[in-house]
Nanobody, 124 residues
Framework: QVQLVESGGGLVQAGGSLRLSCAAS????????RGWFRQAPGKEREFVAA????????SYTDSVKGRFTISRNSAANTVYLQMNTLKPEDTAVYYC?????????????????WGQGTQVTVSS
């Protein structure tokens, strides 16, 4: 079993920055990909970014390209999401997810473990 714990959410003004962290514990040795998803009130969960644990290939949804950066610290079993130039439409609960499977990085069903989520609120 893998456990994921997110941190770093909060309230920020538009144009500001936040860095989310997702620390993993448990049986993490076979992690294939780690990703971030978000869900705003009344909307479906959507893919934000993901990184392959081996090799570091990344993927982003179009709306965050150039503003968000996903990275990893393999030794600490932690993945980060640096979010710059935040917009009110980025307001959501952000979830970290992990997968041992090989599959499309941008699809939620690829992932088998989810964190509890952290709230990000961007004020205008």
């Amino acid at each position: 079993q893998v456990q994921l714990v997110e941190s770093g959410g909060g309230l920020v003004q538009a144009g500001g920055s936040l860095r989310l962290s997702c620390a993993a514990s448990g049986r993490t040795f076979s992690t294939h990909v780690r990703g971030w998803f978000r869900q705003a009130p009344g909307k479906e969960r959507e893919f934000v970014a993901a990184i392959r644990w081996s090799g570091g290939m990344t993927s982003y949804t179009d709306s965050v390209k150039g503003r968000f950066t996903i990275s990893r610290n393999s030794a600490a079993n932690t993945v980060y999401l640096q979010m710059n130039t935040l917009k009110p439409e980025d307001t959501a609960v952000y979830y970290c997810a992990s997968s041992k499977r090989i599959g499309p990085m941008g699809i939620g069903s690829t992932y088998d473990t989810w964190g509890q989520g952290t709230q990000v609120t961007v004020s205008s």
